[in-house]
C-alpha cells in the first residue's frame, strides 16, 4: 500500500516521538507499504526554519535528504493537478500546505498518515 505523510507525522517519525501512535509508527515502517512525503510538506519545513519554529541538527537541505534515504521515504512532487484542484477544494481548512498535501492525497488516491480530522471533511482517507 501507499501512503502519503503529513508533515507532523513524519516529523515524529524521524524524531522518534511518543506522541506518534504505534499504528501511524507500523505503516510508515511496513516494508510492504510506499511512503511519501509531499514537496509541500519540505517547503512547509524550511518556512518554519527560517522563523526559528524548527531546528535541523544539518542544514536543512541534507537533513532531509539524509531523512529520505534512511527511512526509504519518497518525495512526492507537486503537479500542475495537484494545484488545479487546490482550485476547487471547499475551505473547510485554510493552511495551503495542508491543502495540498490533501490535493495530491485526492488526486493520486493516497491514504494520508495523520491526525488532523479536518481532512476527513474532504473525503480523504486517513490513518492514525
Known amino acids: 500500500m501507499s501512503y502519503l505523510l503529513d508533515t507532523h507525522a513524519f516529523l515524529w517519525f524521524i ?3 511518543p506522541t506518534l501512535p504505534a499504528t501511524a509508527k507500523a505503516l510508515i515502517e511496513g516494508g510492504g507499504n510506499s511512503i511519501f512525503l509531499s514537496t509541500a510538506s519540505v517547503w512547509e519545513m524550511a518556512i518554519k526554519i527560517s522563523l526559528g519554529r524548527l ?3 544539518l542544514p ?3 537533513f532531509i535528504t539524509e531523512q529520505l534515504d534512511e527511512n ?3 518525495l512526492h512532487p507537486i503537479r500542475i493537478s495537484h494545484t488545479g484542484l487546490v482550485t476547487t477544494l ?3 481548512h485554510r493552511d495551503p500546505f ?3 498535501i490533501i490535493a495530491q492525497s485526492l488526486s493520486d488516491q493516497l491514504p494520508i498518515i495523520g491526525q488532523d ?3 476527513d471533511a474532504y473525503g480523504v482517507q486517513r490513518r492514525w
Open 98 to 100: 495542508d491543502r495540498m
Open 15 to 17: 524524531n522518534d516521538e
Open 117 to 119: 480530522t479536518i481532512f
Open 55 to 57: 531546528v535541523t541538527p
Open 90 to 92: 471547499p475551505f473547510h
Open 60 to 62: 536543512f537541505a541534507d
Open 72 to 74: 526509504n521515504i519518497l
